[in-house]
C-alpha cells in the first residue's frame, strides 16, 4: 500500500528564515510525486511535479527535490504570504487512473 | 480561465439523508477525481472518471457512487449519511487519465451531518 509521511506536522518561521518540509514515501512504483499548496478554506493549488530521483524544479522561493525514498520543499527567505499547508501526493505506476495519495501536510505559518 | 468549479460551497445533511454534489472541469480537461479531507488530514481518493467511464475507486463503502457526463462535469452521490460523512469534498480536473498532467482541484464542497 503506499504511503506519505510528512514532517514536521507544523513548522513556525520567523521572515526571511529559510527551512525545508520533508515528504518521505513508499510505493510500489513512483509515476510522479506532486507538491501542493492549500490555503484555509480553498482547495490544493498545484505547485510541483517530480518525476525521478535527482529532479529538482524551482518557482520563486520555493525548490523542490527527489531521491528514491523522500523528497523536500526548500523555502528561502519565506515571507508571510507563504503561510499555509503543503501537501505531498505520490502517484505509482500502472493501473487505468491517476489517484493521488497524500500525506497530512505540514502547517507553515511565517511572522512577519 | 475559469478552474475547476464545484457546488454548492457548503451543505448541511442529516444523519440518513442523501446528498449530491457537483462539479466542473476546467475546458478540455476530460478526467474528473473526487476526493474526500477529514479535518486535519489530506485529501482521500474516492474514484476517477474518464470519458464518461470509471477508472477508479478508492476505499468507501458503497453508499458513495459516482457518474460522468458527456461534457465531463460529474456528480458524487453519498447514500445514507452517517456523522462520520461530515468532511470537504473535493473535485480535481485533468486532461488526460494517466499520470503526465497534475489534477487542478477546486475549492470543494463543505458538508456537515447533524
Known amino acids: 500500500e503506499d504511503q506519505v509521511t510528512q514532517s514536521p506536522e507544523a513548522l513556525r518561521l520567523q521572515e526571511g528564515e529559510s527551512s525545508s518540509l520533508n515528504c518521505s514515501y513508499t510505493?510500489?512504483?513512483?509515476?510522479?510525486l506532486f507538491w501542493y499548496r492549500q490555503d484555509p478554506g480553498k482547495g490544493p493549488e498545484f505547485l510541483f511535479t517530480l518525476y525521478s530521483a535527482g529532479e529538482e524544479k524551482e518557482k520563486e522561493r520555493l525548490k523542490a527535490t527527489l531521491t528514491k525514498k523522500e523528497s523536500f520543499l526548500h523555502i528561502t527567505a519565506p515571507k508571510p504570504e507563504d503561510s499555509a499547508t503543503y501537501l505531498c501526493a505520490v502517484q505509482a505506476v500502472g493501473g487505468a487512473n491517476s489517484k493521488l495519495t497524500f500525506g497530512k501536510g505540514i502547517t507553515l505559518s511565517v511572522r512577519p | 480561465d475559469a478552474g475547476v468549479t464545484q457546488s454548492p460551497t457548503h451543505l448541511i445533511k442529516t444523519r440518513g439523508q442523501h446528498v449530491t454534489l457537483r462539479c466542473s472541469p476546467i475546458s478540455g480537461h476530460k478526467s474528473v477525481s473526487w476526493y474526500q479531507q477529514v479535518l486535519g488530514q489530506g485529501p482521500q481518493f474516492i474514484f476517477q472518471y474518464y470519458e464518461k467511464e470509471e477508472r477508479g475507486r478508492g476505499n468507501f463503502p458503497d453508499r458513495f457512487s459516482a457518474r460522468q457526463f458527456p461534457n465531463y462535469s460529474s456528480e458524487l452521490n453519498v447514500n445514507a449519511l452517517l456523522l462520520g460523512d461530515s468532511a470537504l469534498y473535493l473535485c480535481?480536473?485533468?486532461?488526460?487519465?494517466?499520470?503526465?498532467?497534475?489534477?487542478?482541484f477546486g475549492d470543494g464542497t463543505r458538508l456537515s451531518i447533524l
Open positions: 480535481a480536473s485533468s486532461l488526460g487519465s494517466g499520470g503526465d498532467q497534475p489534477q487542478h
Open positions: 510505493v510500489s512504483g513512483l509515476r510522479g
